[in-house]
Every structure is written in C-alpha cells, then in structure tokens.
C-alpha cells in the first residue's frame, strides 16, 4: 500500500481499452460526458456505459449521474501514469529512428501491456527526461523509487 491508503500498481491492471479511456479523463480534466467519451474513441455508447460502470467499479472513476464521468485520486495517479509511460516508451522509440507520429502509433499497440517496473527502468535508463515527443514527462514516483534503490545498494 502507499500514502494514499490503496494497492501499489503494476500498469498491468487494464485492457488497451479501459486504458484509452482513462488517459482520454484524463486529458480532459474534469468531468467528461458519456456520449464525448463515445464519439472521440469511436465506441458504442452502451459499450462505454459498461466500461465506465467497470472502472468505476474498480475504483478508478466517480459516475455522476445525468453529468458524466470525473477521475477518483486513485484513477488520477493512475491515468498519469498511462501517460508517462506512453511519453517514456515513444520517446524511446523515436531515438530509434521513428519519426514522432510512427512512435506514438506503434507504442499505443502495446503500451497497456509494458509494465511500471519497466517503464521505470527505461526512464533512469535515458537519465529521467523531462519532455517526451508527446509532452512533459513527470517523474516524481520513478524518481523517488531510483532514490531508494540508491540508498538500499549503499547500506
């Protein structure tokens, strides 16, 4: 458990779908319609009511009725997250040779399925940048961890 009383993650937790919708709340900062969250991921919309039900089930959203949807703490730490790593692993990518938009394609085929530990290796790996190909980069969690990894070795 961490400060904020619920379970640590793995990034592994979410389809690529539930996924597009969190960092979709995300970026929309605040309350989102049902029907915008519909039309910008080209879903149904009673196949976005059940994934929202699913992840306000599971914590990551509150449901307001007749409004939409917002973010708990939990599903903002979270969606965060998505993002940051969504940031680290296209930047990786395009050190590689993709142009900007080819990473952020490939990268959000399997993104969902690179997990936090990874992520974070990959971020000290390239000394912890501060500006992906997609936006900034936060680093609070993946520097924090790098420190008490430091400490530990030293002891």
């Known amino acids: ?73 939990m599903g903002k730490e979270y969606a965060e997250f998505l993002i940051r790593r969504h940031r680290i692993l296209s930047l990786l990518f395009t050190h590689y040779g993709l142009s900007t938009e080819e990473a952020c394609a490939e990268v959000s085929r399997f993104e969902a399925f690179v997990s936090r530990d990874a992520v974070n290796k990959i971020c000290n790996s390239m000394g912890h940048p501060m500006v992906g190909v997609c936006g900034e980069i936060s680093h609070e969690k993946c520097l924090h961890l790098d420190q008490s990894l430091h400490l530990e070795h030293n002891h």
Do not use: W
Not at 31 to 58: F, G, R
């Open 1 to 73: 458990m961490n400060e904020q009383n619920y379970p640590e993650f793995t990034g592994l937790e979410l389809s690529p779908r539930k996924v597009d919708y969190l960092k979709f709340i995300l970026e929309k900062k605040g309350t989102v319609k049902t029907t915008e969250i519909s039309s910008c991921l080209q879903v149904d919309p009673s196949t976005t009511t059940k994934t929202l039900n699913e992840l306000a089930a599971a914590g990551y959203l509150n449901h307001i009725p007749y409004r939409g949807v917002d973010l708990t703490e």
